[in-house]
């Protein structure tokens, strides 16, 4: 009888294995295989004007303030996604405006995985364009000054330091505007 039972359950780990190989191949290579949208960037369009705001690759200096943004490891504190929730459209939104939800194409130009893992600090997925440099600069210098109760620590080496200031701002103000979304009147640096 114990044979039985030993033989049943190498059968259940074979039966489970197999299945969650496929669930894995259906979910993870399928649809990129199948759905070639995905590796495309994002291009509005508007039936009476055409195509109004498109992803562009990073230019030099947006692609410095990136790797400045992994290598200070923003990403453990601060999500680069705005999901499905209603929660987040309107927390990432703008002058009353509920953002759009990320979607892949958004993320073709990025070369390392930043849409973070944890929210203790802000969703920077729409961040682009509402503040300034000089907002951005007295925050890395101390984020408390204009957020009180903020636990971000200081990053007085970014704000004092013009080029890499200039570099992750330039970086951060590309969050979001690849999508036509937003109303007029904000800050390009």
């Keep these: 009888m114990l044979g039985k039972t030993d033989k049943n359950a190498s059968w259940f780990v074979v039966a489970a294995l197999g299945l969650f190989f ?5 979910t993870t290579v399928a649809p990129p295989l199948l759905d070639k949208s995905w590796s495309k960037p994002f291009e509005n369009h508007d039936p009476a ?3 109004t705001g498109k992803l562009v690759a990073y230019t030099d200096q947006e692609m410095r303030g990136y790797r400045i943004y992994i290598r200070e490891g923003c990403k453990y504190c601060h999500t680069q996604q705005t999901r499905t929730l209603l929660s987040d459209t309107k927390r990432s ?3 009353g405006v509920d953002s759009p939800v990320s979607t892949p194409d958004e993320f073709v130009y990025d070369w390392r995985q930043t849409f973070g893992t944890k929210r203790t600090g802000p969703d920077l997925s729409r961040i682009g364009g509402k503040y300034n440099k000089q907002w951005h600069k007295a925050h890395f210098n101390n984020p408390r000054d204009l957020v009180p109760g903020s636990i971000m620590p200081p990053f007085p080496w970014i704000a004092n330091n013009p080029q890499e200031l200039d570099d992750l701002v330039a970086y951060l103000q590309t969050r979001g505007r690849a999508k036509d979304w937003r109303p007029d009147n904000d800050y390009e640096q």
């Design 22 to 26: 496929i669930g894995g191949l259906l």
């Design 49 to 51: 004007k055409g195509p």
């Design 93 to 95: 939104g703008w002058k």
